[in-house]
């Protein structure tokens, strides 16, 4: 009886998505055949039950939105708040969904005050970036009881120098090739706390920034000829975002080559597109360059649903996702569906990242 009664309930909720979407085989189903990872992004603070099981039926990866950035898990020195995190890991675990965490060392602007404060000395600076990441990622690290994260975005928006990228860390100096000693200091401490996660830079803007795509590539290139252990380049991929151009599809295909080519691996981290833009079309050829290429292991939108975006709060864009404000699927997503599912030739060689 109590098994009928949970078989019961589950259909009535997963018929919630399923009733307005009956050929939806979910995104997920067909991107594992391209050997693909899937998802988006949120914290799962909107107590709404819709939006997680639309996440279930459709996604294999999950990123947090704000609850594991540095200023959300560590607001005090020394205290740690992990209670939104660990309901969103445990969620990913109970779900079979993989847990990619948002994110580890950052600009100020996503640092706790305290962390900017001009008293502290270099050598404390640097003991506070590596117990932040022993902290905050020995939490999820593998094994952990309280699920693990297999993907992290270890370093965000720091490659260039203009002020609003302004990072504290840079106080720790530069080696004699000039890049910053913290970049290396992040992904040695990473890779010491969990050998096995997939270490990832993921930047805004390179999809259409070439000097600064440029300036990434040469920077991580020199890097990983020291051994610093960085496994996968990040594509944000807020398109249209500001105003900003469309990227060229074919330049994007060349700098995923190029990347893939040191031995990365690619992730499209955080796209969401504008309406005001070709907004289907756009999303066909992001899916189509990331099939195209063997290393792109995983696509994920900023947010799922619309009336959660980020951009609709910053006034930026109304409807960029793949799904409508009542968690109905749009024309952005049977664009993406279409796409995936075509075969590609490219998929057989997409082996992805395991334990
Ligand atoms: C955004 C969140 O979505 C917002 O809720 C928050 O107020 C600001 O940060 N690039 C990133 C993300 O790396 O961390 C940003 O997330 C969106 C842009």
């Given at each position: 009886m109590l098994f009928y009664v949970v078989l019961f309930s589950t259909a009535i909720s997963a018929g919630f998505i399923n009733a307005q979407n009956p050929d939806s085989p979910g995104l997920k189903n067909l991107a594992i055949k391209h050997n693909l990872l899937i998802g988006g992004a949120t914290d799962l603070n909107h107590d709404d039950s819709n939006e997680e099981q639309l996440i279930i039926n459709e996604f294999s990866i999950l990123s947090n939105e704000n609850c594991l950035k540095p200023n959300k898990t560590?607001?005090?020195?020394?205290?740690?708040?992990?209670?939104?995190?660990?309901?969103?890991?445990?969620?990913?675990?109970?779900?079979?969904?993989?847990?990619?965490?948002?994110?580890?060392?950052?600009?100020?602007?996503?640092?706790?005050?305290?962390?900017?404060?001009?008293?502290?000395?270099?050598?404390?600076?640097?003991?506070?970036?590596?117990?932040h990441i022993k902290n905050v990622m020995g939490r999820y690290r593998q094994g952990s009881e309280y699920g693990e994260i297999k993907y992290w975005d270890v370093l965000n928006e720091v490659i260039s120098d203009a002020k609003i990228y302004e990072s504290v860390f840079k106080r720790l100096g530069k080696n004699s090739d000039g890049d910053y000693n913290y970049w290396e200091l992040a992904?040695?401490?990473?890779?010491?706390?969990?050998?096995?996660?997939?270490?990832?830079?993921?930047?805004?803007?390179?999809e259409f920034d070439y000097p600064k795509a440029d300036k990434l590539y040469e920077t991580i290139k020199r890097l990983k000829s020291k051994g610093v252990p960085?496994?996968?380049?990040?594509?944000?991929?807020?398109?249209?975002?500001?105003?900003?151009?469309v990227p060229d599809f074919t330049k994007l295909a060349d700098y995923f080559r190029k990347f893939a080519d040191l031995g990365l691996y690619i992730a499209i981290?955080?796209?969401?597109?504008?309406?005001?833009?070709?907004?289907?079309?756009?999303?066909?050829?992001?899916?189509?360059?990331?099939?195209?290429?063997?290393?792109?292991?995983?696509?994920?939108?900023?947010?799922?649903?619309?009336?959660?975006?980020?951009?609709?709060?910053?006034?930026?864009?109304?409807?960029?996702?793949?799904?409508?404000?009542?968690?109905?699927?749009k024309s952005t997503y049977y664009g993406v569906q279409e796409i995936l599912k075509k075969p590609n030739i490219n998929s057989k060689n997409r082996i992805l990242p395991h334990y």
């Open positions: 560590q607001p005090s020195r020394n205290v740690f708040d992990f209670r939104q995190s660990d309901y969103f890991v445990g969620f990913c675990k109970k779900n079979n969904i993989v847990a990619k965490g948002h994110k580890l060392i950052a600009r100020d602007f996503y640092l706790p005050k305290w962390m900017l404060d001009p008293g502290l000395t270099d050598k404390e600076l640097h003991d506070i970036l590596v117990d992904f040695r401490t990473a890779r010491a706390v969990d050998p096995n996660c997939v270490l990832i830079w993921t930047e805004d803007n390179i960085i496994d996968a380049v990040g594509f944000q991929c807020h398109i249209g975002f500001n105003g900003q151009p981290t955080e796209l969401d597109v504008s309406e005001k833009l070709n907004q289907v079309e756009i999303y066909k050829n992001m899916m189509q360059v990331c099939l195209d290429q063997p290393k792109c292991i995983s696509w994920s939108t900023w947010n799922v649903v619309d009336k959660y975006s980020w951009r609709r709060n910053l006034k930026d864009a109304e409807t960029p996702l793949l799904f409508d404000d009542n968690y109905q699927p």
